[in-house]
C-alpha cells in the first residue's frame, strides 16, 4: 500500500530564512497531497494542498511542488516568522489507499528569533 | 476555531476501565475522521464515517469502536483501556467523504491511563 515519508523530523531556521520540508510516496497513482499544519495544543489544519495534474502551487509565503516522477512533493515556506513555528505534516491520497489520505510522521518546525 | 467540538478536552482514567470520546462535526458535514497521535507520534487514522455509515477503517485495534448518530454526531469507544492507549484522540469532519475533501479538525481529547 501507500507510504508516505517526511524529512526532516525537526526543522530549526533563522527567522526569515526559508524552510523546506519533503515527503516522497510510493503510489504513484496518488493524485492527491495536502499539508496541513498543527500549532502547539491544537488540531491540525489545512495550509495548502496539490493535485497531480499540478506541478507548482503558490499561497503568499508558502509553496508546494510536486515532481511525479520522482514521487516527492516539499512544502516551501519564506520568510520565515514566529508564527511558522508549528509540526507540519504532509499526506497523500491514492486508490491503492482506498482514497484514504496516508500521514507522513510530521517535522517540527523552529524558527529562531 | 475549526467549528468541530470534542467532548471531554482531558480524561484521566485507570487501565481496564472503558471511556466515550465524543465529536460534534461542523454544520453540514457529513463525514467524521478519527485519529490518534501519541507522544512526538504522527497521525494514526482510526476510522472514518460518512452519513451514518463506516467508509473506511485504519489501524483500530479490536477494543475501540465508533459510531456516527442519525444528527451527525460521533463517538469513539475505548475499552480495555491499556497504559499505551494514553494519546490525543482528534476528530475531524469534511462535507463529503473524498479525500481531496478538506478536513477540519478539532481540539481533541487528551486520554492518560494511569
Known amino acids: 500500500g501507500e507510504n508516505v515519508e517526511q524529512h526532516p523530523s525537526t526543522l530549526s531556521v533563522q527567522e526569515g530564512d526559508s524552510a523546506v520540508i519533503k515527503c516522497t510516496y510510493s503510489?504513484?497513482?496518488?493524485?492527491?497531497f495536502p499539508w496541513y499544519k498543527q500549532e502547539l495544543g491544537k488540531g491540525p489544519q489545512l495550509i495548502i494542498d496539490?493535485?497531480?495534474n499540478v506541478g507548482e502551487k503558490k499561497d503568499q509565503r508558502i509553496a508546494v511542488t510536486l515532481n511525479k516522477t520522482a514521487k516527492h512533493f516539499s512544502l516551501h515556506i519564506t520568510e520565515t516568522q514566529p508564527e511558522d513555528s508549528a509540526v507540519y505534516f504532509c499526506?497523500?491520497?491514492?486508490?491503492?489507499?482506498?482514497?484514504?489520505?496516508?500521514w507522513g510522521a510530521g517535522t517540527k518546525l523552529i524558527i529562531k528569533p | 476555531d475549526s467549528g468541530v467540538t470534542q467532548t471531554p478536552k482531558h480524561l484521566i482514567t485507570a487501565t481496564g476501565q472503558r471511556v466515550t470520546l465524543r465529536c460534534s462535526p461542523r454544520?453540514?458535514?457529513?463525514?467524521v475522521y478519527w485519529y490518534q497521535q501519541s507522544l512526538d507520534q504522527g497521525l494514526q487514522f482510526l476510522i472514518q464515517?460518512?452519513?451514518?455509515?463506516?467508509?473506511a477503517k485504519g489501524n483500530i485495534l479490536e477494543r475501540f469502536s465508533a459510531q456516527q448518530f442519525p444528527d451527525l454526531h460521533s463517538e469513539l469507544n475505548l475499552s480495555s483501556l491499556e497504559l499505551g492507549d494514553s494519546a490525543l484522540y482528534f476528530c475531524?469532519?469534511?462535507?463529503?467523504?473524498?479525500?481531496?475533501?478538506?478536513?477540519?479538525f478539532g481540539p481533541g481529547t487528551r486520554l492518560l491511563v494511569l
Open positions: 499526506a497523500a491520497s491514492s486508490m491503492d489507499s482506498n482514497y484514504q489520505l496516508i
Open positions: 503510489d504513484s497513482a496518488s493524485n492527491y
Open positions: 464515517y460518512y452519513n451514518g455509515e463506516e467508509r
Open positions: 496539490i493535485r497531480s
Open positions: 454544520s453540514g458535514d457529513l463525514s
Open positions: 475531524a469532519s469534511s462535507v463529503e467523504a473524498r479525500p481531496e475533501e478538506t478536513q477540519y
